[in-house]
């Protein structure tokens, strides 16, 4: 048989039930998507051209529950962040793919040029006065951090990687397909081995959807969204049969209405 | 019906460019959503204290002078360059989120630093909190790709933007890119061939030996090679040596710099009164 006679075929695509063969169809194409967008990253505009960029897709259910339940535990760390990782942690769940992006030379490997973006007038020596060092050599091996985020780091680092995912996102856009970039989802995705040369990570989170799971998203997000909604008429409704009229007639036989309503 | 020439169509085309490219950098996404960017297109006559300023410096700095010597053939040419300035303050956070990626504990001490000591360095002021930095660059990034959507060259360049900066832009901000936009052609602001004249093909030789010394070495058993840096590399040997610079080389360097004041002095006056009166 020649291969052109093997492209043939049928796909049946339909976002529900989540994670049905239809769905899954659907979310491979976001899946595609997101590779081009990882693509897009690392073809952005870098201070001197140097490579920096590393890169983790996760998609599948247990995947992103997985990344949605670091958020809500780290939601709990700082105040400033408990709302705002809640709510974000919901959109990872009705996310497709999450493409994670680090910056690998944001502590190793600085630009080493003197600019100022880190420290100001004091140039290079703000970072590595700061650091553990031997020859202008940065020793990364104590990873301990009394912080979240081990810094202090190499600005311009973090400024071209503003640039890489920021492409992604371009790429996303023009896909339109939709997608926001989240410190929060970045930061789960660190605490969870992702990108693993990275100090600094932001995650894209992305959905081929009818609505966006990045904008309207309604108070305590957490606990007033689709899931929580469908997983309630689950619960209620199989009482509701019973108490509502379920129990008082036998449906072979009987009909409460009565005449034309029947 | 109207006849209108290429060039000038291209020129009028640019300037739209640099319209949607602003668009693009204020609506890029943010990871704060606290970022306020200011955008400025700079043309024409307007562009030349920029040019002197870094045309000042491009004597001590090359990526300076390879940045200059585009800015000011194009200027020369009359062609169609445009300057997309985006600046950001980048010196505070009031995010207290405390993530520690500045170096410091707290978003709290990270201000108090900034406030007591920080201040500009050579591209760039600092410190800087990181999350902004981000949105800052995200913004430079969606005006480059908005105008590459139209096939503009376009590239974000540090140079100019602490030019820009240097004589009075932007007095707020603590950073600046200079996305410069066209004029068309091919790859204008890669493989730079306008600026072909202005470096001599020893002054290529020369960066390529300063910046890749390993490639040119010889046999390091000696624990002292020597460097491969002519042909007949064998007769009187050279080395590569490290030391601090020569007070001649420092008078150089201070001197400029005190040219690079001078252009400062003579320009900020009259490119800050734009703000006051704003």
Redesign the interface.
Known sequence: MEKFDQQRGEEYVKDWPRFSAQDLRRREATIQAARLCMNAALTAPMAGGVPQIEAHLVYGQEELEKVARRMESLAYLNDKWTKRFLSEAVMVRESDVILFLGNYRAIETPLDANCGMCGGPQGCAFMYTRRKTKMGLIDITDRRSETILDGPMCAVRVDDFGYAWASAVWMAQTLLVDARPFMSVGLAGQKLGYCPDSPIMVGIPMATLSKSPYQDINLDYHLINMDKMIDNTRKNFVVNRQTASGINFDYRTQDPRSGEEA | MARIKGGDAAREAVHQAAGLAAVAAYR??Q??GRLDIQIEIITGEDQDPIIEFAGALAPISPVMAFDYQTMKYFREKNAPLVCVLIGAR??RSE???????????TCAEFNQY?KD????????????C??K??????????A??AASQYRVDA??M?TIGAACGGVGYQPECT?RIAVLLGPPGDFIFFSRRQNRDAFPIEQHIQSLLRTSPTHWQAFPGSTKPCLKAKDDWWNEMEYVKWEPMSDAEMGFVNETMGKVQQVAMKHVPNITAWYKEE
């Open positions: 890029a996404p990871l704060t980048l010196d995010l207290n989120w405390d993530c520690g990626g500045c170096g410091f504990p900034a000591n920080g201040g500009p360095g050579t591209l760039f002021g600092g410190p800087s990181l999350w930095v981000q949105d800052f660059a995200a913004a430079c990034d969606f480059c790709a590239r974000p540090g950073s």
